[in-house]
DNA sequence: GTCTATATGGAGATAGAC
DNA sequence: GTCTATCTCCATATAGAC
């Protein structure tokens, strides 16, 4: 599995070889299919264990201490630092959707729309609360996930920034989307300064 | 070159073949090879054509008039739009690069550094004139160009939101992103809110 | 559970008539 | 410039010994 993560990263599903797949792990061809009925199934695979854990990084993030800025630096936080340290698997995981055979697509299609639930919830918590100003929660909630997903299309871990890094930069950037930061300290303060306490 | 951006776009470079090109086009497959030497080759005249635009877009913003507020608007606007619009072609531009002749992909690859250095041309303006707050330039500039590039993979026309109010949404988002606003209207403003005049 | 050997199909690209 | 017919190669997946 991590072999065919690694070749389907570089190369894409289909450009990629189950003879590819085997020398990889050190194994025949013939060997996979001992483990996986297959080459589609791998893929299925590698896709909900990767899709699993979206969910489960974003619900932590959700249901996590403090109130709508700390869970929304949380999730924004978590979700980008996956996607860069796991930047091979993720692109997997979110690029090559269309290789899936129906049944598995229809799996993975419900829980990326739980992904969008929950974001979304964040959102309308902040804004119930008063800590959030938006305009139109659906297409920010989508503008923030497709932003942190899209770090694994571009993430180059010999790049300047590693993914800490990268991760705060994006929570600052995402709680600007937001309109958080109240109504005092706009403009001036540090895109990274953060209301409200608690960790 | 129509019938390849569609395929190309459904299936992906290396599930498409070039039959199926061939018929979607109302052709037999061997005709396809008077027209381009590879099904490699066709790939790249779609990308290179894409590039050529996507920098011209942004050109075009930088370059136009009124100040960093419009300019940031425009382009962001002009980008969104022709990604959701030209979202078929989009996608293949965006996201077939790893399928290119290594001689192609530098090529294109000049290109996509091109959209960044206009991008961050752009935020240093604003920086520089005071309408921006941006506590780290590359990053952002990093961040709005992956946010716009990434509609491509998501947008759906038969969605409820059209290319034009995409756009104008995401603009909004942006300026928040890079700090515009002023100090004044910060929070309770709409986000639509564009300080400013000229156009 | 792994191997070698291979069945089977379909891919990209070309030949040569028109 | 387009066609029909085809070359050649390599893909996924299986058979059967160990």
């Given at each position: 599995m991590r072999a065919a993560v690694e070749a389907f990263a570089e190369r894409g599903f289909h450009a990629t070889t189950t003879r590819d797949i085997a020398s990889r792990a050190g194994m025949s061809p013939a060997a996979l299919y001992i483990h996986y009925r297959t080459k589609e199934e791998l893929l299925y695979r590698i896709s909900l264990v990767g899709h699993e854990r979206s969910v489960r990084i974003l619900t932590e993030a959700a249901e996590g201490p403090g109130g709508p800025v700390e869970r929304l630096t949380a999730a924004v936080t978590s979700f980008v630092r996956w996607h860069a340290e796991r930047h091979t698997t993720a692109r997997v995981v979110q690029y090559e959707l269309s290789a899936l055979a129906e049944e598995h697509l229809a799996e993975i299609s419900a829980l990326r729309r739980r992904t969008g639930e929950i974001m979304r919830?964040?959102?309308?918590e902040g804004v119930a609360a008063g800590q959030f100003?938006?305009?139109?929660?659906?297409?920010?909630?989508?503008?923030i996930l497709s932003l942190c997903i899209d770090v694994?299309?571009?993430?180059d871990p010999s790049g300047p920034d590693g993914p800490d890094v990268l991760a705060a930069r994006y929570a600052a950037l995402v709680l600007r989307m937001a309109g958080a930061g109240g109504g005092a300290e706009a403009g001036g303060a540090p895109a990274g300064t953060v209301t409200g306490s608690s960790g």
């Open positions: 919830g964040i959102l309308a100003e938006i305009p139109h929660i659906r297409s920010t909630a989508r503008a694994s299309r571009w993430f």
